[in-house]
């Protein structure tokens, strides 16, 4: 009885992370975080360039713009998630 009162506790202890995987982690959130600001960058760079047009032209290219950026994040994402599952444990 006493036994399986202690088991729980010391099963739920989290192991401590390599210094390998944490920096494997440090850059695959790195990564998502410049792919992220270049799509930001595009987004607004895109947007600015819209204001200039009039019409049909202006919501086309603003449309094009904001689909570019969900894409852009989309595979950042991805490449994020794909990063993290390859680091060493």
Request: proline share 2%; aromatic share 2%.
């Amino acid at each position: 009885m006493l036994v399986l009162g202690i088991a729980p506790t010391v099963c739920a202890q989290r192991r401590k992370q390599t210094s390998e995987h944490m920096a494997a982690i440090k850059k695959c959130n790195d990564d998502y975080k410049q792919a992220a600001k270049i799509a930001n960058d595009d987004y607004r760079s895109a947007v600015k360039n819209a204001n200039g047009q009039i019409g049909k032209g202006r919501a086309e290219s603003l449309a094009h713009a904001r689909k570019a950026k969900s894409l852009a994040l989309a595979a950042a994402k991805l490449a994020k998630e794909q990063c993290v599952a390859k680091a060493p444990k």
